[in-house]
C-alpha cells in the first residue's frame, strides 16, 4: 500500500504557525521561463488548466516581457486567449514595462507583479536597468495600473545574496522592498533568485522589515532551491507570520538571467510539510504529483521534487 493510501504524512500540529497557507503558484512562469526547448503552448494551457483543477487558486501564467529576452514566454497573447480562467481562481501575469501592461490590459488581466532587483547588477543583467531607474520604469506602470483597477504585486530579487555582489545587506533589501510597497503594490514577494539563503537570514531580514514598519501580511517568500534550504527557509518564514508561499509545481523553474538559480520550492514538497503540520491550503496533493508527472513527461525528464518522486513510484 502507497503512503498516501495509508494517510501519510501522519498529522501532527505544530505550534505558532498560520492555520492557512495561500500558495502562489509560478510553475507556469517561473519554470517554464527557463525551459531550454520550446513548450508547446497546448501543453501550457493543458497545465494551467490541470494546476486549477487541483485547488491552486493562484496561478502565475506567463510574463509580458520582451520575447528577445524571454522567448520561452513569447506566446504570452496565444496562451492567455487560449486558456479558459476559471472563475475564483487568479492569473497574475509579469509586466516591466508600459508596452508590457499595454498587453496585459489587451490580453484583459486583472493581477500583474512588476519585478525589482534589490542589487544593482541584477537590475541591468535583468531589466537593461539600474537600483534607482527601475522604479522609474515601473511608476509609470503603477499608475496606470492602479487607474485600471488592477492588483499589482511587488517581486523583490536578489534578498539574499547575489551571484555577482556577494552578501546583500538587510537595509538595502528594505529600502528598496519599500519603495516598491510605497509605488502601492498590494504585496511584496521577497526573491531568494539563487537559493543561497539560510534560515538565520530569513528570519533576519523579515526581523529587519518589521523593524521598518512592514509586517508579514505585507509579504511573501519566494524561495529558489539550489542549495536545499528552501522548506527550512519556508517554515521559518511561516513561524515569522507569513501565509503567501511562492512554489512551483515539480520543483520547474530558474531565471534565465541568473544563471547560478535553479528550481523553485516544489509546491509538492511545501504541500507533503503542511499537510503534515494540519495547515489549510485548499490543494489536492496527489492530484498535484499527478499533474507534474504529465508535465515532466511532456519535458522528457523528471521532476527534481523529492514528493514527487515518492509518491510516483
Ligand atoms: P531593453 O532591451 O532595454 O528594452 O529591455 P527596449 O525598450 O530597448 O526594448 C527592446 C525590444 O523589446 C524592443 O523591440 C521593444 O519593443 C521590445 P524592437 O524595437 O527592438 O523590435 N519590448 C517589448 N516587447 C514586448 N513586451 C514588452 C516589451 N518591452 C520591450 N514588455 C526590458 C528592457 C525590461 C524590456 C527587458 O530587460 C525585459 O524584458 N526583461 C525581462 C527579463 C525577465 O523576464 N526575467 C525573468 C523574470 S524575473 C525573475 O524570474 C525573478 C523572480 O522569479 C523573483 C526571484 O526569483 O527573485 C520574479
Ligand atoms: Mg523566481
Sequence with gaps: MGARELGLPQHAPASGLPSRVTIWEVGPRDGLQNEKAVVPVE?????????????????????FVSPKWVPQLADAEELLGKL????????????????????????????????????????????????????????????????????????????FGDPWEGPVPYGQVVAAGKRLLDLGCSRLSLGDTIGAATTGQVEGLLMAFADAGIGPERLAVHFHDTYGQALANTLTALRCGVSTVDSSA?????????????????????????????????????????????????????SPSRVVNALAR
Design 43 to 63: 501543453v501550457k494551457v493543458e497545465f494551467l488548466d490541470r494546476l486549477a483543477g487541483t485547488g491552486l487558486t493562484v496561478l502565475e501564467a506567463t510574463s
Design 84 to 159: 479558459e480562467r476559471r472563475p475564483g481562481v487568479r492569473y497574475p501575469v509579469l509586466v516591466p514595462n508600459g508596452r508590457g501592461l499595454e498587453r496585459a490590459l489587451v490580453a484583459g488581466c486583472t493581477d500583474i507583479a512588476i519585478f525589482a532587483s534589490a542589487t544593482e547588477t541584477f537590475a541591468r543583467r535583468n531589466l537593461n536597468s539600474g537600483l534607482d531607474a527601475q522604479f522609474d520604469m515601473f511608476t509609470p506602470v503603477m499608475v496606470s495600473a492602479r487607474d485600471a483597477g488592477l492588483d499589482v504585486r511587488g517581486y523583490l530579487s536578489m534578498c
Design 250 to 302: 515539480g520543483g520547474l523553474g530558474g531565471c534565465p538571467y541568473a544563471e547560478s538559480a535553479t528550481g523553485n520550492l516544489a509546491t509538492e514538497d511545501l504541500l507533503w510539510m503542511l499537510e503534515g503540520l494540519g495547515v489549510e491550503t485548499g490543494v489536492n496533493l496527489d492530484e498535484l504529483v499527478a499533474t507534474s508527472v504529465w508535465l515532466a513527461e511532456r519535458l522528457g525528464r523528471p
